[in-house]
């Protein structure tokens, strides 16, 4: 018995939701990276490397999966890779799950040059391993959709993505009431949005500027298509002259250097990713394809034999360069620089300013954070001290705001106040006690204030809420090591052992 049109129909929309009405989409979107962000690892390439400190990386495969080796001062340790990030197109980067939690392979493979080398940020670390915990924002432009455990940094569901890749609800926006009335206007069409709520789709993912600042009482996961980035969070960026460079080239600054073009600049807003990039439809012939895409707006401003047929304008006015922050990779530039041999800007502004400005209520707020947070990731004190002054002027305002009061703890304790910035943690720690990190937070001003216990207790309540968040895990050590305590110190070793899981422990069937 044949199967009836209407079997068919449904059996297509349970493997893909959209290929059933849209099928010419979702394959041509299927050939782009984006559809391959993020996999399950398979049998991964071989290879080792010996970084500049003396610590030796193994990547080899047997009947139980890829692994990867760390071996240092005498002792080793192996990890299965659980999932690739990145499509491999440029790179790969890898993840591992160590009890129900994922964290950062210190290792990247890099396609053009066949071979491993240390991840981004890992480069200078005398210590690199396997502990830097992967956060939900860290993951939500390189998946599908995270299976976040709350409550924990980097605790996740298993399985820990669905979908694991890049789908169309990253552009479309959530696809139930389109499936239940599929009409136009029953789904985001980013083609039909206007302004800032058309160039964030493609923001999302590919501005990053400095630091990005969530609204109070929103999460960087509650964008979704159709709004601006500026009604969940506000990305700040070095603040540079309208019109000069963006600084070094960035793999993940595509937006802030369209920005920068003249193109951009002149086209009244006209201008944003989709006029040259179909993520539906991947070009055969690139250049021909993107010489078009000038030649609609350039055809009668250059002469005939500048515009003949063959030229490459992207190979010419959008060059491939080499990332600042992107490994061992090379991007187009997308400032689009009439004279590819330009200078561009070399030392990086001081100043930061919003992308787009965020609601006037808590404007100042957010450029503070962006100072505090932005300043204790680059030790920058100079920023610390700016981002306090500007918290000071609003600070009854937001008497309330856990982030807030995270920034006040963080700029006091870096200025060496730590009774002041006990006070603070103290404070978001009561609005939300849930939150692991506002219990190491409190830890942390208790221990600079001397007050040996309280720390622990904090700090042991916050692996009680996140068993593997290891930063409170190595405090609390410190602390049972210096009073010889070594009861609790063994029993402390063994709770993270047994929340590992085998996840650190060499197969036997290598």
């Known amino acids: 018995m044949k199967p009836t049109l209407l079997l068919l129909f449904f059996a297509r929309a349970q493997a893909s939701p959209c290929q059933a009405c849209h099928p010419k989409e979702v394959e041509g979107y299927s050939h782009y990276g984006m559809a391959h962000s993020l996999r399950r690892a398979g049998r991964e390439p071989s290879g080792s490397l010996e970084n500049d400190f003396g610590t030796k990386f193994t990547v080899y495969s047997n009947a139980a999966g890829t692994w990867q080796r760390i071996e240092r001062g005498g002792e080793a340790s192996d990890y299965r890779v659980a999932y690739v990030i990145g499509s491999g197109n440029h790179a790969s980067g890898y993840l591992v799950r160590i009890g ?3 964290f950062q392979s210190p290792l990247s493979y890099y396609t053009a040059r066949r071979a491993y080398g240390m991840a981004p940020g890992y480069e200078k670390l005398t210590d690199a391993d396997f502990t830097r915990p992967v956060t939900e924002e860290c993951l939500l432009c390189h998946s599908g959709r995270p299976r976040h455990i709350s409550g924990t940094v980097s605790g996740y569901e298993s399985p820990a993505f669905d979908p694991e890749a890049i789908s169309c609800e990253r552009c479309h926006g959530p696809t139930a009431e389109h499936l239940r009335r599929p009409v136009p206007g029953s789904i985001v069409n980013p083609g039909k949005l206007q302004g800032a709520a058309r ?5 999302q993912c590919h501005l990053s500027g400095v630091i990005r600042i969530p609204n109070p009482g929103k999460k960087i996961e509650d964008f979704r298509p159709g709004l601006r980035l500026e009604d969940v969070f506000t990305v700040y960026r070095f603040a540079a002259p309208p019109g000069s460079p963006a600084g070094q080239f960035k793999v993940i600054s595509h937006s802030e250097q369209l920005a920068a073009s003249a193109c951009a600049r002149n086209s009244n807003g006209k201008l944003w990713c989709g006029v040259c990039h179909d993520p539906h439809n991947k070009p055969v012939q690139p250049v021909s394809y993107y010489r078009e895409r000038c030649l609609s707006c350039h055809a009668r401003k250059i002469s005939s034999v500048h515009a003949a047929p063959g030229r490459d304008c992207v190979g010419c006015h959008m060059p491939r360069r080499e990332t600042s922050d992107g490994g061992h990779t090379v991007f187009t530039d997308h400032r689009i620089m009439r004279r590819p041999d330009e200078k561009t800007q070399s030392a990086e502004p001081t100043e930061l300013a ?3 400005e965020p609601d006037p209520a ?14 204790s990731e680059r030790n920058s004190a100079a920023w610390m001290v700016r981002g306090y002054r500007l918290l000071t002027e609003v600070q009854n305002a937001f008497r309330r705001d856990p982030a807030t009061l995270r920034g006040f703890g963080t700029a006091l304790l870096e200025g060496n106040r730590p009774r002041e910035a006990k006070i603070a943690f103290d404070g978001a720690l009561a609005i939300d006690p849930s939150d692991p990190v506002n219990e190491e937070n409190a830890g942390r001003a208790d221990l600079a204030c001397g007050e040996i216990e309280p720390a622990a207790e ?14 409170s895990a190595e405090l609390l050590e410190a602390i049972y090591q210096k009073r010889g305590d070594s009861a609790k110190e063994t029993a402390l070793a ?3 052992r047994a929340a590992m899981g085998s996840a650190g422990i060499r197969p036997k069937d290598r």
């Open 494 to 496: 063994e709770r993270l």
């Open 458 to 471: 904090h700090f042991e309540q916050a692996l009680r809420l996140d068993p593997l968040l290891l930063s």
């Open 199 to 203: 160039d964030s789709i493609c923001e």
């Open 354 to 356: 919003a992308w787009r």
């Open 100 to 102: 129900d939690h994922l």
């Open 362 to 375: 808590f404007a100042i707020r957010s450029l503070a954070l962006a100072y505090i947070n932005a300043g």
